[in-house]
């Protein structure tokens, strides 16, 4: 069995618009895509680490645990052998707490695949592929998200296209996630479970034609 480690926050956990609620694993992207993986006769599992409010490399003055420097080698090293890490970060990175533009929060995000790079796993153990996925563009923030992202749309354009330039200069895989759905129109910043399918398609697509699983695993 191949696995697949998704390194990612709220999007990615699938918090509910405008509420405390999580979506089920099936509706959730990460679920969409075993499935469809499953589907097509790879012997794959998708094991979730999704935090609400993670940030790349920053701290939340508020809550313990939100700086996703910390803590992801081990992830790694925990989760070995890895086919594949989805890094799907940054858009905590544009809260109010913070001053960050779309540069910063991609050089966050490089930060981590240096991470993962450097993850010490165990001996004869292959190091895993990196697929950075854009999250969907900030919208103006609305409800409950209106207070923590003020100004985010702003500060976090063009943040798909400095997440690509990473990716190459790393030589990783890419996709953006904005051009599969928007964000949730309910907060702007989320996302509802017809996207959550639209987004877990996309990317099952890239990871199909990408041949990272190869046929060891169907």
Not at 65 to 91: C, D, F, K, Y
Request: include cysteine.
């Amino acid at each position: 069995m191949q696995q697949i480690l998704v390194y990612g926050d709220s999007l990615s956990w699938g918090i509910i618009p405008n509420t405390r609620q999580r979506l089920v694993f099936d509706q959730r992207w990460p679920g969409v895509l075993e499935n469809i993986l499953k589907a097509a006769g790879h012997s794959v599992r998708v094991i979730e680490n999704c935090l609400n409010g993670r940030r790349t490399v920053w701290d939340d003055p508020f809550k313990e645990g939100r700086n996703g420097s910390r803590g992801l080698a081990q992830a790694i090293e925990m989760h070995s052998p890895l086919q594949l890490v989805i890094l799907v970060l940054g858009t905590n990175d544009f809260q109010g707490t913070h001053h960050n533009d779309a540069l910063l929060a991609a050089q966050g995000v490089a930060r981590l695949v240096n991470i993962v790079r450097q993850a010490p796993i165990e001996p004869g153990m292959a190091k895993p592929e990196i697929l950075i996925v854009a999250p969907p563009e900030i919208v103006e923030p609305r409800g409950s998200m209106a207070a923590k992202f003020p100004g985010a749309a702003k500060r976090s354009a063009g943040f798909a296209l400095e997440l690509a330039r990473v990716a190459d200069e790393a030589g990783i895989l890419f996709l953006d996630g904005g051009g599969a759905t928007e964000a949730s129109a309910v907060d702007g910043i989320h996302l509802d479970a017809e996207q959550h399918v639209l987004l877990g398609e996309a990317i099952a697509r890239k990871v199909s034609v990408s041949g990272v699983l190869g046929l060891s695993g169907r």
